[in-house]
């Protein structure tokens, strides 16, 4: 081809560029431009690059930059959290931009360096680079916390294979994607036809598992999102904290075209700046705008206060339910926190100056336990707050004996603007519903705010940027718990270790028979 020509002596002179790029355009795979089929031409074009290589370091190296520009390509928008107050984070911008992806870099580099060193012959090279990619995964999903945002298994979020969460997962859709990519690298005509084959399989399977899957209602159960779509720059000033709770309770009490208001109102995370449980008088004003009978789940800042000093000694990003009469019935403390946004790892090691994204002085403290609420008006729901919903591990309430019946998720997507990073999130959002297969009613400061099927379908949702409100019914769940809820990552484990086997034993096989050949 004439443009491979072209490539081909620009490739030679600047070869780290060249696999940045690579990885980079790999990146449009994700949310929002859901260009799927782009695995399936850059894998085995790296390859047909990688293996012209003969030094293995510099192998290596290249499969580091190919991660590193697939980290950059899906990750950019982590810098445009500085500029909420760049004054004071200015100098972190390269460690956003560079040092971020540059560690991320590490996980598919290392995938993607093993399988060139373990996997010598074509037939087990699919196998084998499956099985790492998805092992990479599970560890950047996993160690320092964890941060599994830009799983490959998320190309198919426009597609029906995304279903096939529901039985293995998220990481066993990325080994999946993996695996069918690199088969079709394989130059053999046999290997070739067989891997077409499969991929029709995967697509024709996925499709008819779509199609079978019973059709769902809604619960009787009404609900309304509030998204009052202030600026992030605007959110924390102090001369504004009244005007912000002032438009909150403007929506909660705006009239309905037709029928009464929902009973339940959902507020977006750390929706009111005010300590809810240390201010009475702002509770009754909240009580006033909720409906006869109904109450309000909403996001704030819990605090613990000194009684002598009155200083703030503790503070916790925290779900509160509030009734109508202005009583806090329940209050969840977020678990997972997001590192650097709302504390700082290793603080006792690194300078005092150094702080969090958010204001105030004091790090965020986790929550202890996930507790499913249970409420007369409502169907118990598992509360999830903003950064958890990218863990499919989250996911657990061994700490309640009452199973949910849905998820309210409260988020602030407002610090990374109008890129990609709030349609990635609404995603990751539905595949946990596949996942689980529990609907998901999700308030945004500034957008998306969604309701999501348990199927991971958008039924209706306020657009990003957006201030308003949106009247709906909880959805219902499946009738049956899925696969994934009910084992977990053990099925996704076994094809794993299964696949990892074939793709060792075809490689040894092949060494061993290339050694008996004169």
């Known amino acids: 081809m004439k443009i491979l020509k ?29 260009a799927w089929f782009l695995p399936f031409l850059i894998f085995p074009y790296f390859w047909s690059r990688l293996d012209q290589v003969k030094d293995q370091r510099y192998k290596v190296f290249y499969a580091w930059a190919f991660g590193f520009g697939y980290a950059l390509g899906c990750l950019y928008w982590i810098t445009f959290s500085l500029f909420v107050d760049i004054k004071s984070f200015f100098w972190l911008i390269p460690f956003t931009v560079f040092g971020l992806p540059a560690f991320l870099g590490i996980f598919p580099g290392m995938a993607l360096a093993f399988t060139s060193w373990a996997a010598r012959h074509p037939v087990s090279r699919p196998f084998i680079a499956a099985a790492s990619w998805s092992v990479m995964e599970w560890f950047q999903g996993h160690i320092f916390t964890g941060f599994p ?6 190309t198919w979020a426009s597609m029906p294979a ?27 005509t046999w290997a070739n036809s067989a891997s077409f084959v499969a991929l029709g399989v995967v697509f024709t399977l996925s499709y008819l598992y779509e199609k079978s899957l019973p059709p769902l209602t809604h619960t009787p159960h009404k ?12 959110k924390w000033d102090p001369d504004l904290h009244f005007h912000h ?8 009490q705006k009239p309905r075209d037709q029928g009464t208001r929902p009973p339940i109102i959902l507020w977006p995370e750390s929706a009111t700046a005010y300590f809810l449980e240390h201010h009475h008088i702002i509770r009754a004003e909240i009580a006033k705008a909720l409906p006869k009978d109904g109450f309000l789940i909403t996001g704030g800042v819990r605090a613990k206060i000194n009684p002598k000093t009155h200083d703030i000694v503790k503070v916790w990003n925290s779900l509160l339910v509030l009734s ?33 994204l958010t204001p105030g002085d004091l790090d965020y403290t986790p ?6 609420h249970s409420n007369p008006q409502s169907p118990p729901f598992l509360p999830l707050i903003c950064y958890e919903a990218i863990f499919p591990d989250e996911l657990t309430y061994l700490s309640s004996k009452i199973p949910p019946e849905w998820i309210a998720v409260i988020t602030n997507d407002g610090w990374f603007g109008a890129s990609s990073a709030a349609y990635q999130h609404l995603v990751i959002s539905r595949t946990r519903c596949i996942e689980q297969g529990l609907p998901m009613v999700r308030a945004a400061y500034t957008g998306i705010s969604a309701v999501i099927s348990a199927y991971g379908e958008v039924m209706a949702h306020i657009p990003l940027k957006t201030r308003g409100v ?26 794993l270790f299964l696949c990892l086997a074939i793709g060792l034993i075809l490689e040894v096989s092949q060494r061993a028979l290339r050694k008996t050949l004169p």
């Open 6 to 34: 072209i490539i081909d002596p620009l490739v030679s002179r600047f070869p780290i560029g060249f696999y940045i790029l690579l990885g980079g355009g790999l990146a449009l795979s994700q949310p929002p431009v859901h």
């Open 324 to 356: 109508s009469e202005g009583h806090l019935v329940y209050k969840y403390d977020k678990m997972h926190l997001a590192p650097f946004g709302e504390y700082i790892p290793f603080r006792t090691y690194l300078p005092h100056w150094i702080q969090k």
């Open 162 to 188: 995304i279903q096939l969460c529901a039985i293995f997962g998220i990481y066993g859709l990325s080994f999946l994607t993996v695996l069918c990519a690199h088969l079709l690298q394989m130059k053999r």
């Open 149 to 154: 945002w830009n799983l490959l298994g998320y």
């Open 223 to 234: 609900i309304r999102i509030v998204q009052p779509n202030i600026p992030q720059s605007l």
């Open 245 to 252: 709770l002032q438009t909150l309770l403007y929506l909660t």
């Open 367 to 372: 929550g202890t336990n996930r507790i499913v």
């Open 470 to 495: 949106l009247d709906t019914y909880i959805p219902e769940p499946r009738g049956h718990p899925t696969l994934f809820h009910q084992h977990g990552h053990r099925i996704y484990g076994c094809i």
